[in-house]
């Protein structure tokens, strides 16, 4: 381990325990009558992410290994205040208002990347790829708002990308510099994760991750321009997958709630909405998968054909976990097999 990485574990053990002392210290509500500005669990820790990335930066200005510029305005600033800027505009609760503006600042984010950069270069025109570049942004900021219909699904999301960040870091794949400001993100988020894991002693509202989300979307942004872009997509598959889940039953099977996350898989299979510790299990072991098929895209020849899988894979997993099933008879790996091995040696005796 070279001694930048150890800065980074050292930097997530920091952001982990400063976090994990002031939740403890709010004194709230789990789900609060009024809004206090004080006892706002997002700006705690959105304080600490920002503080942490910002001191890592001017430790580290200069990076050997980072293929291009890295700049403090474009790559932590911005970020940080457009993601501020999109939760002021949740608290006025205009769905239309915060809908324009994070996809506004998300185009403006898109612009601010170096002319030579493209995600699709032969496919479409530069105009054309910074537009299906906000686009993505969009969905990544409410996509992880529509995870948080119960409590530590959208921070395990968020925790999953930046650890496979690290890992792609490890093989060469990023940055190191990535990966540090990456563990400095999980430290901070993995101690809210821990006080939003069943049962819940904190909760966070669908506006404030949607800012993490736009967060997540612009170091993702920074990630794909390393050319780990497919990587990226595969940590964060799982989002994509329960948005694409969620606008399906809402659109197309017609099933009409009062918010749009009661239409995801992980919500449909919790008793009445509440959260269950088997459903917070087995998401978690999705993210895990959807980790390790991100670091096995680095070594994939193909750039488009193990994300397709990785989708593919999580819409499997995803619609047996909206069936009847119960979180712990889909999760266990062990009845499943026996499962898949008893119904295809019963049909071969019939």
């Keep these: ?25 709010l004194k709230t ?18 304080a600490v992410m920002f503080a942490g990335a910002s001191v890592l930066f001017f430790v580290f200005p200069q ?22 800027l999109i939760y002021f505009c949740y608290l006025f609760d205009v769905s239309w208002l915060t ?6 600042v998300a185009l403006a984010i898109s ?3 170096a002319d030579d950069f493209q995600l699709f270069p032969k496919h479409l025109t530069l105009f054309q790829d910074r537009l299906v570049t906000a686009v993505l942004i969009f969905i990544v900021s409410k996509g992880l708002g529509l995870l948080n219909g119960q409590g530590g699904i959208a921070s395990m999301q968020f925790c999953g990308v930046m650890v496979a960040a690290v890992f792609l870091a490890h093989f060469d794949a990023l940055p190191q510099f990535l990966a540090v400001i990456a563990m400095a993100y999980l430290g901070t988020m993995l101690a809210f994760t821990i006080f939003s894991w069943p049962p819940e002693r904190i909760v966070m509202s669908h506006g404030a991750f949607s800012c993490f989300g736009f967060i997540m979307g ?14 990226m997509i595969i940590a964060a598959s799982y989002l994509f997958t329960e948005v694409a889940v969620a606008l399906y039953n809402r659109f197309i099977c017609r099933e009409i709630t009062t918010d749009l996350y009661m239409n995801t898989s992980y919500y449909k299979i919790s008793d009445n909405g509440q959260y269950d510790l088997g459903v ?13 098929l991100s670091v096995i895209q680095v070594a994939a020849s193909e750039r488009l054909a193990l994300v397709i899988f990785a989708i593919a894979l999580n819409l499997w997993f995803l619609s047996i976990f909206s069936g009847n099933s119960q979180p712990s008879e889909f ?19 019939k």
């Design 63 to 84: 990076m050997s290994d980072t293929i291009r510029t890295y700049h403090y305005t474009s790559t932590i600033f911005l970020p940080f205040l457009f993601a501020a």
């Design 29 to 46: 509500d789990i789900f609060p009558e009024d809004y206090e500005f004080g006892l706002d669990p997002f700006w705690y820790i959105f």
């Design 99 to 104: 809908n324009l503006v994070t996809f506004a």
């Design 1 to 25: 381990m070279n001694e930048l990485m150890i800065y980074g574990l050292s930097a997530l053990f920091i952001c982990f325990m400063i976090v994990i002392f002031l939740l403890s210290r």
């Design 218 to 231: 612009c170091f993702m942004l920074n990630s794909a321009s390393e050319f780990a872009d497919a990587s």
């Design 331 to 349: 999760f266990s790996i062990t009845k499943l097999g026996k499962m898949a091995v008893k119904g295809l040696f019963g049909k071969k005796q």
């Design 111 to 113: 612009y601010m990347q």
């Design 280 to 292: 917070a299990r087995g998401v978690l072991k999705i993210i895990v998968i959807d980790i390790v």
